[in-house]
């Protein structure tokens, strides 16, 4: 069985007839324009929004869950994130473990470890950078263990040495049996990371399939409308506009 199994999901005008599957130990990429659905397609696997067709999670549809099953299983890292209080670093990724109304100081520790907020843990987190910040909020997902991660522009305000390893920690998340969709701008960075992508476009899928299949210059060039060169075979893959 499937972890995720989509079918016909739409929420008009944002999103029309998107359908795919994710198995456990899978990375995914959402990838496209601005406005083309990224967001809204995250949200609605997370249930927080709206939206026809059949959209299962491990057989259940996730609209038909709990708020607590849904938070125990669906972890979301939206695009950003803020705190109405001064919170310590460590206090903000133990909130991960409300949903399971406990506070495990070894998986609060290791998640703070994961993404690379230890050595500030007991900062206060409006005291941090845009970089730091966005690390603290992925912890706090991380802590909270669920099942499948999604994860939008997750690595938008980091410096180059915490994107990848940012992209290094969800793949590690896939690998260990969970599922990690993620949606992302740098090309490159999801060829080298992701199993399967989604190329979107006006609200529908215009590809998927491996990095291979979907980032063609064909295809990007069409949806980005600019020259677009590819080279997956550079180590590591390189995708620029001409």
């Known amino acids: 069985m499937a972890l995720i199994d989509i079918h016909h999901l739409s929420l ?10 994710l198995d456990t130990g899978e990375m995914l ?21 709206p939206y026809s067709g059949e959209c299962l999670f491990e057989g259940q549809e996730i609209g038909g869950m709990t708020p607590r099953q849904r938070a125990q299983n669906i972890g979301l890292l939206p ?12 206090d903000v990724v133990s909130l991960g473990r409300l949903p399971w109304g406990d506070c495990k100081t070894s998986v609060v520790f290791e998640a703070m ?52 390893s940012v992209m290094e920690t969800l793949r590690r998340y896939a690998d ?23 190329l979107m476009e006006n609200g529908g899928i215009h590809a998927f399939g491996t990095p291979a299949e979907v980032l063609t210059e064909d ?18 893959p390189v995708i620029t506009t001409k």
């Open 113 to 164: 470890d994961q993404a690379g907020v230890s050595k500030f843990r007991k900062r206060k987190v409006d005291c941090l950078s845009g970089g730091e910040r966005a690390r603290v909020w992925l912890a706090r997902v991380l802590a909270g263990s669920p099942r499948l991660m999604l994860a939008d522009e997750p690595i938008a305000s980091l410096d180059l040495y915490y994107q990848r």
């Open 219 to 236: 295809g990007l060039t069409e949806v980005f409308r600019v020259p677009v060169h590819v080279d997956l075979a550079a180590q590591p």
């Open 79 to 90: 695009q950003s994130c803020d705190s109405a209080w001064s919170l310590s670093v460590e």
């Open 29 to 49: 990429g959402i990838i496209g324009p601005n406005g083309s659905g990224k967001s809204s397609l995250l949200h609605c696997l997370a249930g927080l929004l």
């Open 176 to 198: 260990a049996g969970n599922g990690v969709i993620l949606a992302i701008h740098d090309f490159g960075l999801a060829a080298r990371y992701c199993d399967r992508l989604c």
């Open 12 to 21: 008009p005008p944002r999103l029309a007839d998107i359908g795919f599957a």
